[in-house]
């Protein structure tokens, strides 16, 4: 809108108080929302035509009936503020679970986007498949998947060696019967945040001493942190852990706290108890 007029105009026409959708998550005044595209096809259009001033890459914006976008909100009395939005494919044969990521500039380096990768990967852990964002990635993208590869992956790794983490021993020395939780054990010792979300500064690892499978191949360990086993080659050479010739991980405790010092690895920011 070009003018201070036109946007109070339109204010008072639109009925809108948040997005044309079920809301999915909500913590605290962030509230994510499912909006189906074939249902609200000209609110998605206009969500995507908004979110081209950021990226150039974005290219669809019309055809938007077989996405499906989630935008996080923040919720005050009158109306619910956009934050940021990510789609996907309501069908994708590919297992892709985001399509593209927008977090709008003023709210941007707050978190929102690494809640909404973690959303995500969620989605796909709720539908017991190994997701994975879209190809190619942007530079900014690239950038922020990195991040959140490595950081799932040293939060798997220090989770192994918690006493409550067998179930994650057992998938990384290759127990076909054995499932990775959805949520990794882990201790919480300091929190701070904005209004819903709640940020753990740090992350205790137990100095208790639990057996853990000295080697393990990267397959075991990607499922073991619900990631690809792409993804998960990119995050181990951005954590600087040893990938061996023959294809199999040399498992240190050293060099895994070394990773979480070195990347500032924090717990997730998506607390899956407030998912509805």
């Not at 989770?159 to 021993?169: C, K, L, Q, S, V």
């Not at 127990?175 to 904005?194: H, I, K, L, M, Q």
């Not at 990631?227 to 040399?250: N, S």
Request: one cysteine or more; hydrophobic letters at 45%; aromatic letters at 10%.
């Amino acid at each position: 809108m070009r003018s201070t007029a036109t946007y109070h105009a339109h204010r008072k026409a639109c009925t809108y108080t948040h997005p044309p959708g079920r809301r999915v998550y909500q913590r605290g005044a962030h509230i994510l929302w499912e909006v189906d595209g074939a249902q609200a096809k000209l609110y998605v259009q206009n969500l995507c035509l908004f979110g081209k001033l950021f990226i150039d890459h974005k290219t669809v914006f019309f055809d938007v009936a077989p996405f499906v976008v989630y935008v996080l909100t923040d919720a005050t009395s009158q109306f619910d503020h956009a934050l940021g939005f990510f789609s996907k494919e309501k069908v994708s044969y590919d297992d892709f679970n985001l399509a593209c990521i927008v977090v709008f500039p003023p709210y941007q380096r707050k978190g929102y986007g690494t809640l909404l990768m973690e959303y995500s990967y969620y989605l796909s852990r709720s539908a017991a498949v190994a997701g994975t964002p879209e190809r190619p990635l942007s530079e900014l993208g690239l950038k922020g998947y990195m991040a959140f590869w490595s950081a799932q992956l040293v939060r798997t790794l220090q989770a192994a060696w918690e006493p409550g983490g067998d179930a994650i021993r057992a998938v990384l020395a290759g127990d076909a019967a054995a499932v990775a939780p959805v949520v990794a054990v882990r201790r919480r010792t300091a929190a701070r945040g904005w209004a819903g979300e709640v940020r753990v500064e740090r992350m205790v690892v137990s100095e208790d001493t639990v057996p853990l499978p000295p080697r393990t191949t990267l397959a075991r360990l990607a499922a073991a942190a619900g990631l690809r086993p792409d993804d998960a080659t990119l995050a181990l050479a951005q954590a600087g852990l040893l990938v061996a010739d023959d294809g199999t991980l040399t498992l240190s405790r050293e060099a895994v706290r070394a990773a979480a010092a070195r990347l500032r690895v924090r717990p997730p920011i998506l607390d899956e108890a407030y998912c509805i």
